[in-house]
């Protein structure tokens, strides 16, 4: 007598797989977990970045939020829009958006501060852009001195449904977006 697996009992185990395959996908939702990590690390980035600038506003004597050289914010207090995005803020900011901006720590990045001028050297290699960067998804700065000396705001969109509490619970003024800073009310 011959031993193996007949036709039917090969059509069911196929069956059950691919049944439970499709049970995987809607369970996981790739493109959520896609979305998840996306915004794990804007949140990482802006966290990385507020903490550069802290940093640099303990260290530095006469610090200016503007630009190299610890210029003082422009035009009024606040940075002068880039990119072609509409801004985050209720004031123009730099926004790294759509590939125009620069990463450099010297001041001309899209956050206008000089880190090269901080006690050892710059805490960050570069500034880093969202892990989408385009019209949609981008970070922001703003900076001024009208409410409190020297304040800054740090903000980046988020996109999946796990981190959309972040957006009412980070204390900011605004709710479709992620806000880090010293002055989150800008």
Do not use: H
Not at 84 to 90: D, N, R, T
Not at 140 to 146: K, L
């Amino acid at each position: 007598m011959q031993k193996g697996f007949t036709l039917i009992e090969l059509l069911i185990v196929i069956a059950i797989l691919a049944v439970l395959s499709v049970a995987v996908v809607v369970v996981l939702n790739p493109a959520e977990l896609l979305k998840q990590a996306r915004d794990s690390t804007r949140i990482s980035d802006l966290a990385s970045v507020n903490s550069a600038v802290a940093l640099y506003l303990t260290d530095v004597t006469g610090a200016g939020l503007g630009g190299a050289n610890d210029a003082s914010c422009a035009t009024a207090g606040y940075r002068v829009s880039l990119g072609g995005q509409a801004s985050p803020f209720g004031i123009s900011a730099i926004l790294a958006g759509g590939g125009a901006a620069s990463t450099s720590v010297d001041g001309t990045g899209w956050v206008a501060v000089d880190f090269m001028n901080t006690t050892g050297g710059s805490p960050l290699g570069r500034l880093p852009l969202d892990p989408t960067n385009n019209a949609t998804y981008y970070y922001a700065y703003a900076c001024g001195s009208t409410t409190q000396p020297l304040w800054y705001e740090l903000d980046a969109k988020l996109e999946s449904t796990k981190y959309a509490g972040y957006l009412t619970t980070d204390g900011g003024s605004t709710g479709s977006w992620y806000e880090v800073g010293n002055n989150l009310f800008q």
